[in-house]
Each structure stands twice: as C-alpha cells, then as structure tokens.
C-alpha cells in the first residue's frame, strides 16, 4: 500500500509540474537590446520628414511648428525609455502628463525600440499635421512602412506588433495630453481678427489688413512651468519721441545699420528670416541638430534625449516670448523710424504680425546654444546646411559656425540686421532663451535627478 501510495504521490506531483510550467510564459528567446544599442536613423529620417512637411501645411508658423516639435520630441523619448538604462519616464514631472506603461515588462517581453520610434513619430505626424496635403500623407505613411519592414528583418512578428502598439499607444497619450495646452489646432486660426491691442504712444499696432498673430500663446500650457516663470524679463526702454533719448538711440542704430549692411550681413537676415511658409525657425535650428546627429552617427537614446530637449524648450521659449510681446506690445522699429527719423526707410526683412519685445529668433536660438552646449561642447565647430541649394535672396552657401553660441548670436542678430528688431528685443530675447535652455537642462530626465 506505502508503495502504491507514494507511486500515486509521485505521478500527481509529476502532472502538477507539467501543469504548471506549461502555464507559465517561456522567458525571451533572445537578450533585451537597449535603446543605445539602436542607430538614431529612424528618429533623423522623422524629423527630415515633419521639415519637409511644415512649409507645405496651412498654419504652420514658427510657434505652431516649436509646439509640434516639443510633443514630437516627447512622445520619441518616451516611446524608448523604457530600453535607456538611468533614465526616466517624464510622466508626473509635467503638468498633468501621467502615462501608463504598465504594460511594458522587460522581465517577460523584449522590446524592438526602433520599431516602437517608428510606430510613435508616424502616428505623431499624422495628429499634429492632420490637415497635411494627400501627397505628404502618402510619404508618411510610405515611411512609417519602409521602416517596418526593415525592423522586421531584425526581430520576431510578436515583438515587432508588441514594439508597435506600445509606440502608437504612447504616442496616442501624448497627443491627448497636447491637446489641452491650448495650442491645440491653432494652424486653423492663427490670426485672432478680433482682438484689439493695447493702444497708446510706442504701443504696438498691426499694419492696415494684417490680424495679429497667436496673440493669446502666451496663455498657452509649457511642458514646464518655470520655463515661462524665470523667463520673464524687465519691461523694454520707456517709449520717447526725444532725439536724446534712450529709445530714439536705439531705433537710430536700427535705421543706420538698414543703411550700410554689408553683404555678409544681408545674406545674415535671409538665411535666418524663416518666415511663414518655410520650415520656421523651429525647422531650422531642428534641422541644425539633425545635422549633427547624423555627423555624430548618435545612437537612438542620444537623439531621443536630444530631440525632446530641444523641442520642448524651443516650445516654452515661444510661449514665454509671446507672454512678453503681448504684455508689453511694444512698437517694431520701421514706424518708428518712418515717423521720427526717415518716412521713406524699409527694412530688408518684412516684420510678423507681432509686438516688438522680445525676439522669437533670440528665445529659440538660446535654447539651442545652452541644449546643444550640453550635449556636445562649448567650442564645436560645425556647417549648416539647411539651404546649401536653396533659391533664394541669399546666395544658399554654406554657413559656418565655431560654436552653438556664435550660431544662437548670428540666429538672434539677424533680426537687427533685418530691421526687425531693436537690439533689446534681439540681445533680451536671447536671454530669455537661454533661460528656459538650462531649465530644461535640468529636467528630471534621469532616475537621480
């Protein structure tokens, strides 16, 4: 009986074994690849496609283009987090930005991140450029394609759909997230017809026919607060008539450098005017770090970090610079200078419907020169060469550049040399950049921060 028994015990003990492997997941048949471990391809080939596709979109203007490249830049870092060893998800460090990723086990799955990139930055594209031309669709989606399948050839089908779905389901969240910033759409109405400016001596007043432009961005909700809070600077120089005053000076030097630029200058105020209807300035400082990405041959957690910095500081920058310009709406400088110094005087660069203080160009190129800095250096030299082909009023050379900060000043000073800006706006709007670009320096973005 003792034998039968313990024959009896063995074969239950046997099947409650079998019965319980057979139930439990087989572990990942191959080692988790870290998301360094990917090239930065696929994220420089998305960003060449959102440049391609911005001058093309109705509404695109610079601040519409900045926003969409923040939430791009987000919804690409956190679709590759998950695989960048001492980094963090950024959900709970912006406002109101929870995501869920519980779903993501790294113990139980493995994860294809460049496929999860794929997945985020197309499904991005497509929410944030909805009213794209067919044409621009069809390339994104033709992208979107190319890159699956190259990926298939490098992972299993189960872990492509998995790497898929969580880049799609992130990138979904975010897009929600963005939504309620109050940028949302703002390509279909960028004008605000009905808005009335401040009115008075020095005050800012938009030109006969021309509606002012997101004169409510300042409003709008930044990826971090304290962007748009330390940013803020003083009031500009006190408006005055009098040729002895600090205000007449500056406008002076405004009018004498319109009269004698040399063409170096010139080809300056061209290359940077980025107006609506190009790929904005946010597409071209984007553009001048993919650049260097590709020149760095930077692995895909490098330029996820990158893009998201950038982006969302560029984001802020506007927005802290819009708060500005429509608190203060002060004059640009061509009134003032065709009523008090000369009425026949143009600048060379046509001014946005905007107030004068402080410069857009100033506030995105700090970001840049501070982010950049960051990541590669104080004294890196480099080309642009966003327009080396460009038919355009200025000759599409090769720009030159010794460091981050010398492009930031170019960037900035070209809007002087346009006639766009008095030099407080130009050197205060640099400032304001470079704040928020050490802000976001800052941002919680590893698990020690």
Not at 10 to 22: D, E, I, K
Not at 142 to 156: G, I, M, V
Not at 285 to 300: D, F, G, M, S, W
Request: aromatic content about 12%.
């Amino acid at each position: 009986m003792e034998r039968i028994f313990s024959y009896a015990s063995c074969c239950l003990l046997l099947c409650f074994y079998f019965l319980q492997t057979s139930c439990t997941p087989e572990p990942p048949t191959s080692n988790q690849v870290s998301t360094d471990q990917y090239s930065a391809d696929v994220a420089n080939e998305w960003y060449a496609k959102a440049i391609e596709v911005t001058p093309h979109t109705s509404g695109f203007t610079a601040n519409v283009s900045a926003r969409a490249m923040g939430y791009m830049g987000l919804a690409l870092y956190e679709s590759v987090v998950n695989g960048m060893e001492g980094y963090r998800s950024l959900s709970g460090s912006l406002d109101g930005f929870v995501l869920n990723t519980s779903y993501i086990d790294q113990d139980l799955y493995t994860y294809h991140w460049g496929a999860a990139a794929n997945s985020a930055m197309a499904s991005m594209l497509k929410n944030l450029y909805p009213n794209m031309p067919a044409a621009d669709l069809e390339s994104v989606d033709e992208l979107e394609q190319s890159w699956k399948e190259k990926f298939a050839q490098e992972t299993d089908l189960a872990t492509l759909t998995r790497s898929v779905n969580i880049g799609r389901q992130i990138a979904e969240a975010v897009f929600e997230w963005s939504s309620t910033d109050g940028g949302h759409e703002a390509y279909l109405y960028p004008t605000a017809p009905n808005f009335v400016p401040v009115a008075g001596p020095g005050r800012w007043t938009p030109p006969t026919s021309v509606k002012p432009l997101h004169p409510y961005w300042g409003n709008n909700r930044p990826f971090w607060a304290v962007n748009v809070t330390s940013s803020q600077p003083a009031p500009p120089k006190s408006y005055s008539e009098q040729m002895t005053s600090p205000f007449y000076f500056q406008a002076k030097e405004v009018y004498n450098v319109g009269n004698a630029l040399t063409d170096e200058q010139k080809t300056i105020a061209h290359y940077w005017a980025d107006d609506l209807g190009t790929m904005t300035t946010a597409g071209h400082l984007t553009n001048v770090l993919r650049q260097i990405l590709i020149q760095e041959k930077a692995n895909l957690a490098a330029a996820a970090e990158a893009y998201a910095k950038l982006g969302m500081g560029m984001n802020d920058a506007l927005i802290a610079c819009w708060k500005c310009k429509y608190e203060n709406s002060l004059m640009r400088p061509a009134p003032y200078i065709q009523s008090h110094i000369n009425a026949n005087w143009q600048p060379i660069v046509a001014a946005p419907a905007t107030p004068e203080y402080t410069s857009e160009h100033g506030a995105q190129a700090g970001v840049l020169s501070k982010v950049l800095t960051q990541f590669f250096g104080d004294n890196y030299a480099f080309n642009d060469t966003t327009y080396d082909s460009a038919e355009t009023a200025f000759d599409g050379s090769l720009r030159y550049y010794i460091s981050f900060d010398d492009l930031a000043n170019e960037a900035a000073f070209s809007r002087l040399y346009g006639g766009v800006h008095f030099r407080d706006a130009v050197m205060i709007g640099l400032a304001q950049g470079k704040i928020v670009g050490s802000n976001v320096n800052a941002m919680p973005f590893l698990e020690n921060n």
